[in-house]
């Protein structure tokens, strides 16, 4: 008998040697009875040091954290868990309950996998994607270097549904009213309609109501015979709707248009005739009529400062382009866009920090495209350096605080609210950690900023709980 047991204790002995997976036995008090010799590299603890432990102390010691034996004890059935251990290794835990012809717990058997290495394949991964997405927007960008400079860059899935309606519309004649805040690009979205369309051969007329006197609204879009009024060209002049003869006329801010201007377009739409001032006959024109506004023409209707009949001839297919704020996937291609455009037209070669992009997709862009596109036209000016550093954007607030880096740290203030040498050590890191986390994606990128191991950033940062949000 004594023989046979002895042969089991060598053949579990074997089993736990030979394991590739860390191998812990504890009995139903969570005593630990058996571990594999492999538990140092895991754990960081000898053997001696595990056995006759309870696995509710090494919890606590976060020897075993979370204690998978712990959780068997409690739900009695096997259970999984993801454990970070105090070496720095990623594991997933899987514990087995035995239990005796009463019913009760009299071993716990759990296995633990490091994934470290599958958690470091992740990362490199992830870094592999993001290099992947710069190499296609550079490719996107050569491809579009004969294409205009208006066309619509787009990546977000909001803005590729727009896009393939814009499509789809751009086949028929139907007014389109396209409508978002100042800067979204409406007008970049009226050109593509344009271009999609089978006028695209024609002229695309573009006029900005809201950069017209309303005295001169009615010259500038219907035209007027010589010697119309006084000034008035002794050869005449051709409106924007005759301008737009067989293409598309475009209405920026039509909101702008004053009320007796649209009682005269309502009737040009509606009976495809426009008459000159000072003509006598009407002429028929055949355009394609878009519009855009930032306003809420429907309160405008009810406030009537807006013609009911004029909004409804016009809203037939309404587009709304969403904020730049609305849509963070495409700033980073847009502003790779811009950026090609301003190096070739001022003949340089600069490129984007990971830090500029970070503060890109942080920034609210009040301004939307139009306020990206200035800034980077301005900042591919005046970047002293070919690589443009969020100090090149000084005006952007959550810049300002990436670049301001670790607080001043004055020993009066630290006095000042008690802390201890400690507590004021702990201060320091936790701002250094936090500028690392918010300049950099991958826990290897901090480490090498920090000049500390990684396995010591995973820990720093859940102890400060700075990557839980």
Known sequence: MSNELELINIELEGILNTSNDNIVVTDGDGIVLRVSSNCTSIYGKAQNELIGKTVHQLEKEKIFYPSVTVTVLKEKKEVQVMQETPTGKVIMATGIPIFDRMGDIVRVISFSHDLTEIQRLKEDYEQLRKKMMKYESEIEELRGQETKQNQVVIKSKIMQEIHELINR???????????????????????????GSDRRDRDFIELNCGAIP???FESEIFGYEPGSFTGASKKGKAGMIELAEGGTLFLDEVAELPLSIQVKLLKALQEKRVTRIGASKAKKVDFRLITATNQNLEVMVREGRFRKDLYYRLNVIPITIPPLRERVDDIYFLAQHYLAIFNKKYKMNKSFHSSTVHAFLEYDWPGNVRELE????????????????????????????????????????????????????EEVEKSWLKRAYRQYKTTYEMAEYLGISQPTVVRRLKKYHINSK
Do not use: C
């Not at 086949?171 to 805040?181: H, P, Q, W």
């Not at 200035?374 to 959550?398: C, D, G, H, M």
């Open 214 to 216: 309303e005295t001169l």
């Open 169 to 195: 519309v751009a086949k028929s004649d139907a007014n389109v009213v396209l409508l978002g805040e100042s800067g979204v690009g409406k007008n970049v979205f009226a050109r593509a309609l344009h271009d």
């Open 374 to 425: 200035n800034l980077i036209e301005r900042i591919v000016i005046t970047s002293p350096t070919a690589i443009i550093y969020p100090a090149s954007i000084p005006f952007i607030k959550k810049v300002k605080e990436m670049e301001s880096g670790i607080e001043d740290w004055p020993l009066e203030t630290f006095e000042q609210k008690g802390l201890t040498l400690q507590e004021s050590l």
